[in-house]
């Protein structure tokens, strides 16, 4: 492996070096997304030939889950090897014709990368585990019993039980924010730092684009091991875990989102920049300073380029209000910082369950929030399936692949349910995923959505995305232009983005009912192209359900 402090070749200034802004970004789950070998698990094969699919929906970039080696306990996310790809997915050469393949249709890649933790059996925690004077001893975050032999202190898992796990080795406790499986490596340690970067570099090397940063929020712990502080039961909310999960009964000070944390963003940036046109999004877990956090690790162009929050990804419905509170409470607390807007993704339960079950018209209020997402200002991630209106899948408990769905079961039913495998042909085997069975079935509600039920109907969901996507792109101010949110009430969102000489007036109705927007006494120029049918007169915008506007004001 290179050394993190090598220094790659001069960047090429022509690059678009800020392609980043307003991306849209599509997330592949490689288990889930298509099957090459028939045996029952996605793999990087499949993904290339499923590259043409993701290109002509209008996507800028792909971000791929980990596919890494790995004992699979959290499925990816807890990593023996960062260097190379698990054999259930293929191998390094398969990832480079991956890159090569999407890079010829236009898609930039960009990788998950889990710095926060590794697998208990990567090598590094084998040596820590070892001894109390190893080498790398040091390289976790390993503390003392206390005199009655319990933890060192009150911190919590997110998976449940206590943040720590006692080794017999050392005789000492380790840190887990997530699994026992997965040890927290010890960031205040610099040659732990120094090693990742160094993993950085290698993906650099071969030609990634960018990085999804894991609970990014969560690489560095309080070195006094303070208690965390009960939280207010009028303060809990579940945004970052389940309501029953006792996790949310702590203030987290201590344990997460420490300030230590700028130092190394830092440093990782400096590295990117050596690299032309790439770029780092964060997933922040915090779930009362989510916003400020996200400021704090975006500020002044030198620490990652953007992270995204759990706003609209928590089961609260997305109204009117709250996306004017949350977009205005960003650019007050980030007025330099940039964020990433998401609905769903593989940790969340998927939009069409959480949000549109009870509608009177569920794919029409898809479309709307579908078209707002891709309408606020900041980059968008997009979940593979979302595009397809899938639900939440009901598993039952014996199909369970997830250890937080299974220990929180059935109040909390975990994350295989927005993980089951894409549907692309409604009429084939386990809707054209796999040959053999699936690592978790296809539900048979699925096949009606699938990809070839869906691609040529132009009232679908499917080709709602590719044309407002190509409606985005036509027009520069929805993607790096600035917001500026006007008065309405009720369901109504209305804002204006600016870009240069451009400027777009969006209007959503998020509600059934049909309303009217008054904008004042002005000419109103709608826009073409966006599938939408909102009619303006002379200062007004009338709205049918789940209706939208796009135009100019003069």
Known sequence: MQSALKASSKPDLAVDRDWWRGAVIYQIYPRSYQD???????????????????????????????FFKSPMKDFGYDVTDYCDVD?????????????????RLGLKVMIDEVLSHTADNHPWFKESRSSRTNPKADWYVWADARPDGTPPNNWLSIFGGSAWQWDTSRQQYYLHNFLAEQPDLNFHNHEVQDALLDVTRFWLERGVDGFRLDTINFYFHSQGLENNPPLPPEQRNDQTAPAVNPYNYQDHLYDKSRPENLGFLERFRALLDEYPATAAVGEVGD???????????????????????????????????KVRSVLESFGKVASDGWSCWAFSNHDVMRPASRWA????????????????????RGSVCIYQGEELGLGEADLRFEDLQDPYGIRFWPEFKGR??????????????????SSAKPWLPVPAKHLSQAVNVQQGDENSLLEHYRRFLT?????PALAKGDITFIESEG?????TRRAGNEQVVCVFNLGARPTKVDLGNRSLHPLPGHGFSGQASTGSIQLGGYGAWFGRID
């Open 287 to 321: 779930s009362q300073r989510g916003l400020e956090v996200v400021a704090a690790y975006t500020a002044g162009g030198k620490r990652v380029h953007m992270c995204y929050s759990f706003d609209f990804l928590a089961p609260e419905k997305i109204s009117a209000a």
């Open 416 to 433: 295989d349910g927005c993980r089951t495998p894409m549907v692309w042909d409604g009429s084939a085997r386990n809707g054209g995923f």
């Open 357 to 376: 079950a009870g509608e009177a018209d569920p794919t029409a209020y898809l479309k709307v929030i579908s078209a707002l997402l891709m309408s606020l």
């Open 87 to 103: 054999p259930m997915f293929g191998t390094l050469a398969d990832f480079d014709a991956l890159t090569a393949e999407a890079h």
């Open 471 to 475: 409606f985005r792109r036509a027009h």
């Open 36 to 66: 090459s070998n028939g045996d029952g698990i996605g793999d990087l094969k499949g993904i290339i030939g499923r590259l043409p699919y993701i290109a002509a929906l209008g996507a800028d970039a792909i971000w791929i889950s980990p």
């Open 491 to 495: 369901d109504t969102v209305a804002f």
